[in-house]
C-alpha cells in the first residue's frame, strides 16, 4: 500500500512523537523548505499586484498577500484535521508573505517587478511552489491514512487554494477554473504520478522529486506553448433563458 510506503519513510519520526509534516519535511530535506518559501514569495506577490488593482489599502494589500499565501496549506490541514495549522507551530511563513507583499508596493511603484517579469521569475516560483505544496499535501494525506483519490484531492487543494482564495476574495472567477491554462491540470497529474511511483517502490523522496519536476515542467510548457483545457463555451444570443 502506498499508505506503508510513506510510512516506512519516517517511521523513526512518527515514533519519536512528530507530526506528519515534520517527518515528511525530514525526509525531502532543505530543498523542499526552499521552494516552499519560493511559493510562499510568488503567491504573496501575486496577491499584492491584483490587490493593487483593487485599489486596496496599504494594510490591506499585506493582509491579502498572507491570506493567499498560506491558504492551500491551511485548507490542507483542516481537511487533515492536523491542527492547529502549520502557521500556527512555526509563524515564520506568515512573516515571509508580509514582507514580500510589502516590499512589492514600492517595486510595482518604481518599476522594479518589469524585471522580474523579464525573466519570468514569478511565474517559476509561483510553478515551484504549486507542484511542492502538491506533493507535500498529497504526502501528508496518505501518511495520516487518506486513500489514493482523498490524497490527490488533498494535494491538489493544497496546490491550488491559495489562488482560489486570491481569485473569491478579490471577486472573480478563479483563474484555475476560468482560464483553461495547465495549473489544475497539472498538480492532478503530478499528484498521481506521485502515487503510481510509491506504489512500484520508488524510494518516497525520489518519487516527489520526479513528481515536481513534472509538475513543473509541465506548468511552464504549456505556458510557453499555449496549452490548456478547453472551455465550455455557451452563445448568450442562444440561451433560451
Known amino acids: 500500500m502506498v499508505q506503508d510506503v510513506i510510512g516506512c519513510l519516517a517511521a523513526d519520526v512518527v515514533v519519536q512523537g512528530a507530526s506528519p509534516r515534520e517527518s515528511i519535511a525530514d525526509a525531502l530535506g532543505v530543498a523542499q523548505t526552499i521552494i516552499q518559501y519560493a511559493g510562499t514569495v510568488a503567491f504573496a506577490i501575486s496577491a499584492a499586484l491584483l490587490a493593487g488593482r483593487r485599489r486596496m489599502n496599504v494594510v ?3 493582509v491579502f498577500g498572507v491570506l493567499v499565501a498560506v491558504g492551500g496549506g491551511t485548507t490542507r490541514d483542516v481537511l ?6 502549520y502557521w500556527v507551530a512555526d509563524p515564520a511563513p506568515l512573516f515571509v508573505a508580509a514582507i514580500a507583499a510589502a516590499v512589492t508596493i514600492p517595486m510595482a511603484r518604481t518599476g522594479g517587478l518589469s524585471a522580474l517579469q523579464r525573466y519570468d521569475v514569478v511565474q517559476v516560483s509561483d ?13 501528508i494525506a496518505l501518511e495520516t491514512g487518506a486513500g ?9 487543494v493544497s496546490g491550488v487554494g491559495g489562488g482560489i482564495i486570491r481569485d473569491t476574495i478579490a471577486g472573480r472567477t478563479p483563474e484555475v477554473l476560468a482560464s483553461g491554462s495547465l495549473y489544475a491540470s497539472a498538480a492532478i497529474g503530478g499528484s498521481i504520478l506521485n502515487l503510481m511511483l510509491l506504489e512500484t517502490s520508488v524510494w518516497p523522496p525520489i518519487a516527489s522529486t520526479i513528481a515536481v519536476a513534472f509538475i513543473v515542467v509541465l506548468r511552464l510548457l504549456s505556458m510557453h506553448f499555449g496549452w490548456g483545457v478547453p472551455r465550455f463555451v455557451i452563445d448568450r444570443s442562444e440561451d433560451p433563458s
Not at 487533515?80 to 495549522?85: A, E, I, K
Not at 510553478?127 to 504526502?139: E, K, M, P
Open 60 to 62: 490591506g494589500v499585506v
Open 80 to 85: 487533515l484535521g492536523d491542527l492547529p495549522v
Open 127 to 139: 510553478s515551484a511552489g504549486l507542484a511542492l505544496f502538491t506533493v507535500l499535501g498529497t504526502n
Open 148 to 156: 489514493a483519490v482523498s490524497a490527490v484531492l488533498v494535494g491538489v
